[in-house]
């Protein structure tokens, strides 16, 4: 019969230990939570694999123990623990008592001791005990029956020693590795040991005379003139760091079997709700168990039973009913869509409603085959019906899906994946499942088809929670004036897309295969051989090793090569230059020839798709392909833009650009008179803050002094600090800071700010737009000071950028109703972040330019004038 088992888990230590091998993570209300990951992870791990019948956690206590008592100086000068990770100590504590794991700690003795105490105990019933720490002082307990597992490498490895170990591996007994201790000392304890023993020394005397006071016996016998002497003179100081190190194992503790017995019967609903509450997704289902998990289902009492309609005659009789009982109540409705990959292949396969209480699956694949025109009659009939109000999650997908159809999807009033973005824009993903665990606190388990008709189920209470919370956080505007609407002019781009000509984008294909040759064939000439350049190992031997050139930095392969240690070469060798030039052609030719080759559609176009709920401050992304990343610091990335033409002819692409948007939004939140004057004066504002900050008249400004003062204006908006500007305009830090200083001088308003929003985000972990778009910023109250230096910039920029988006985001939405309502042929096709681009039907052109130049400007009432600059031409290169 096998031997029961007692896990053992060094509370402290293994908090540390996770702290320090993650990476912050906080949760959505700013509470640091990777200690608790870290640790949460090491117990499951240790529960699956030993099977313990006992398990037991235990914890310093922040009195002074004994060994304070008798040693003023113990432990002194070890560093204060960070907050982030004294904030977790009461969630992981929280965390045992819902999964009835007993504690132990009490004042007077450290977490060791108790440790110690617990496992002669249970080694004398002959229980197996297995002791999980990072400290190496608990090898000291290591015995037959004692197994000390030390966590290795983070929190992902492992080394589990018993006496037989400990003997093989260090050639000195557990109870002999205390004498160790005792003569080496340790650093992290303050434990003093004698001076001039090292690690080294200390374990070789051991292994010779098995203990230290056998050593001070022998102290005529050993070698070393200045280790005798300090054996010597250090003799008490050893006994006594000898006491400090030993860990006890008698304190007064009750030890009740039944008590620390592993149990199943623990809080399910305490543990799954505190971890949707952390964000521990991907832990839920390990802790829960399935059997859980159905039974918290069953719980809820979740209506699954569902009227399939997959033919016509289903489909007309359902019209019919949801026509009748939709006057008084909403329809809740998700969608599976299948993504073909290219644009024009994606469908909806399914539909699944809720309306009334009642389940529906529209089974359009079945559908589609019978009778195409009749469906399409019904669907319209239902999503076109104005009169119905609809609560869908993702509703961009179906939008621009139906569309294609002939359809337009009407009458939204909710959408969840919106709402839930605008709640907590930090969140990084927002798929129904996830929303309903956070927010209903409901796990779903089943079939694909069943989790999606129960996500339409509960659609109604995710909208009545996340309703409230939008009310309560006075976002309806946000969400009902401009990010709702925004939806549909999102959708409206998609099914549009962007013209590409084809033989254009073929030449400009060979043009950067030419350049790309020339520059590897400069490259070889320079390194005087052939090597592959686009192997750091390679290039590394070149730079590094032929050309001799200062290394700068060194990987675990080799030497780096990256973009940031080849600026630091530039003025090293003529080879870098070319290398750098060769890498961004490369990188366009791989990304932006053959990439947008790879997705144009059957139409001739790239529809690319354009995502709300990515930023955390509020700016729209683009990806399949990502068309707001068009490199144009450099001409050969400008040049990519000539591929993009109108949609014929008749049409001419227009942009319409926001004129310093950012500093005008700063002018305006900061209400600082010089840059609102500046503003309403229509000065160049670059030419101005160069003439304040340097001191000059305005027309004695030089180009040289008007570029710097631009970077100053804008890395104000960014928090930019006297390093960063110092490196951007290569100059001393010394002279950068008399920049940011100057500038805050001349514009005070803006420093006043800077400090107000800090203020506000150290209170609140969050800050806000104009228009009320919040951002939480953890980072702010982190104890290390790089994190929160970030977080004091997110906090002043935030609020800059996070307005200029709800501006350009109102402007689309304002244009797209505009064009609509006044029948104009010409779309707005493309967003880059202040930039609008249409395709203009030329006969339109003049109206179009006035009602886009209208509509921008007049979007928002601020302190200071908006402007836009308006420029056409045949493709989106000569529109700029």
Partial sequence: MSKEKLLILDGNSLMNRAFYALPPLTNSQGLHTNGVYGFVTMLLKMREEIGPNYIVCTFDRSAPTFRHNEYKDYKAGRKRMPEELAEQFPVVKKLLNLLSISMFEIDGFEADDLIGTLSVYAEKKDIEVYIVTGDKDALQLATDNVKVVITKKGITEKEIYDKNRMISEFEVTPTQFIDVKGLMGDK?????????????????????????????????????????????????????????????????????????????????????????????????????????????????????????????????????????IAKDEILYLTFKVVDGNVYSKSYIEKIFLNINSRNYVIELEKIYEEDNEETLKCLKDIFENDKIEKVSHNVKVPYTVFKKMGINFTSIKFDTEIAAYLIDSSRGEYELNSIIQDYLKIMLQGEDDEIRVKETSLLKDVFENLNRQIKELNMEELLYEVEQPLTLVLAAMEYEGFKVDKTKLEELGEKFRIEIDKLQKDIYGLAEEEFNVNSPKQLGKILFEKLDLPVIKKTKTGYSTNAEVLEQLLDKHPIIEKITYYRQ??????????????????????????????????????????????????????????????????????????????????????????????????????????????????????????????????????????????????ISRKEAKNYIDTYFERYPGVKRYMDTVIKQAEDNLYVTTIMNRRRFIPEIKNSKKMVKAFGERLAMNTPIQGSAADIIKMSMVNVYNTLKSKNFKSKVILQVHDELILNVYKDELEEVKELVKNQMEDVMKLRVPLEVDISVGDNWYEAK
């Fill in 585 to 730: 052609f490369t990188k366009l030719y791989s990304t932006y020839i053959e990439g947008l080759k790879a997705v144009i559609d059957e139409d001739g176009k790239i529809h690319s798709s354009f995502n709300q709920t990515v930023t955390t401050t509020g700016r729209l992304s683009s990806t399949e392909p990502n068309l707001q990343n068009i490199p144009i610091k450099y001409e050969m990335g400008r040049e990519i833009r000539k591929v993009f033409v109108p949609e014929d002819e008749n049409s001419i692409i227009l942009s319409a650009d926001y004129s310093q948007i950012e500093l005008r939004v700063l002018a305006h939140i900061a209400d600082d008179e010089n840059l609102i004057s500046a503003f309403f004066n229509h000065s160049d504002i670059h030419t101005k803050t160069a003439s304040e900050v340097f001191k000059v008249p305005i027309d004695q400004v030089t180009k040289l002094q008007r570029s710097n003062a631009k970077a100053v204006n804008f890395g104000i908006v960014y928090g930019i600090g006297d390093f960063s500007l110092a490196k951007d305009l290569k």
């Fill in 188 to 324: 992290s304890d303050n434990i003093p040991g004698v001076p001039g023993v090292g690690e080294k020394t200390a374990f070789k005397l051991i292994k010779e005379y098995g203990s230290i006071e056998n050593v001070l016996n022998n102290i005529d016998n050993i070698s070393g003139k200045k280790i005798k002497e300090n054996l010597m003179q250090y003799s008490e100081q050893a006994i006594f760091s000898k006491k400090l190190a030993t860990i006890m194992v008698n304190v007064p503790i009750e030890i009740d079997l039944n008590e620390i017995k592993s149990k199943e019967n623990y809080d399910v609903e305490g543990v799954k709700n505190l971890f949707i509450e952390l964000q521990f997704k991907s832990l839920i289902d390990k802790v829960i168990g399935e059997k859980e998990l159905k039974e918290e289902i069953e719980k809820e009492d979740i209506k699954v039973d569902f009227k399939n309609i997959s033919n016509i005659n289903d489909l007309k009789k359902f019209k019919k009913d949801i026509i009748s």
